[in-house]
């Protein structure tokens, strides 16, 4: 595998909890063909396997060599959605979870496991495409990315979409927490030194708090001139 590909294109969809990358991405990724990389998967599969196996989350080699011994295996489902194996069992309501997105975004801030999560990141771009979901995709790990999308809405907005997510998932939440938990990890992804959340330069920042999901492809067709 060529982790240099870089002819390849991308697409960076960056933006904080619930603004909708991983919604759009998908779209965007079905309706161009391209592959698609869910950076905060790879976070979130890492915590995962921190609290599954008792390490301790200062312990920042240890973080780091988790996310290196990752076994784990993305399967494009025929709806668009991915389906996450680790170590061979379906992990899709774990990594969910208050308590995988609570140490997922904590870990996030070593910059030894953000090191670890690099090479295996830029492994996504393959032909015919690349679109590529997180928080750094257009400042850190694809400078070169051919379009740099950045999404946001408002706290409560984000709080209410990922609400009706979960109980949709069947997973039990509470509104007030949830809201509590994005604020919180907002200021923990925007603060911290390595990598913090801020809009690529020259990125096309889109505030979807009053946008239909459809109206943000259009929007993001239209900033990248594809015309539908
Ligand atoms: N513009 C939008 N309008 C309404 N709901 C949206 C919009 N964008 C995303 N959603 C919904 O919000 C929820 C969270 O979106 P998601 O893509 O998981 O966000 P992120 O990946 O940024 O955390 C999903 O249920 C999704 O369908
Ligand atoms: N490229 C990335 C992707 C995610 N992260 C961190 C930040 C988040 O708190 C966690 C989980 O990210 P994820 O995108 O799955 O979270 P949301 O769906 O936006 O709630 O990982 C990161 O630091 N860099």
Redesign the pocket.
Known sequence: MNADNKHVPVIAVD??????????SQILATKLGYHLLDS?ALYRLTALSVIEQSINPEDKKAVAEAALNLDVVFEPQPDGEQKVLLDGEDVGVKLRLDETSAMASKIAAIPELREALLTRQRQFRQEPGLVA?GRDMGTVVFTDADFKIF?T?SPEI?AE??Y??LI?KGVDANISHLLKSIIDRDERDRTRTVAPLVPAEGAFVID?SQ???D??VQQILDFMGFSE
């Open positions: 933006g904080p909890s619930g603004s909708g990358k991983g919604t759009i905060g979901d999404l809405a984000r979409r990922r009706k997510q949709e979807s946008l239909s999901i109206e943000v």
